[in-house]
């Protein structure tokens, strides 16, 4: 279901992947039965695309990485963090227009 760069984040991948980045991160908590999260995982392939090189971006299932999803609470899918450094520097819960998360993903690069 993703595109050729999105990533794909797990409870087992999550540390290195995303915390130990010296990149800033972005990652969609999704899962496969919500409708919002499908209408949106275009708009991630395409951030994946424009930021391959500059940014991870990814894509984690609540359904299977319960764990990760409970650490940061998400409690509504789709929730898409940004992290640099290993923190969480923006939030957005719902469809969010790609600007919004280029934006995010220039000021963590910055």
Sequence with gaps: MAGADTL??????????????DQPVLVDFWADWCMPC????PTI???ATDYSGKAKVGKLNTENNQDTAVKYGIQSIPTVLVFKGGEVVQKFVGITPKDEF????????G
């Design 38 to 41: 499908r209408a949106l995982a």
């Design 8 to 21: 794909e984040f797990t409870d087992a991948n999550f540390e290195s992947e995303v915390l130990g980045s």
């Design 45 to 47: 392939d395409e951030l």
């Design 102 to 109: 280029a934006a995010a993903l220039d000021g963590a690069a």
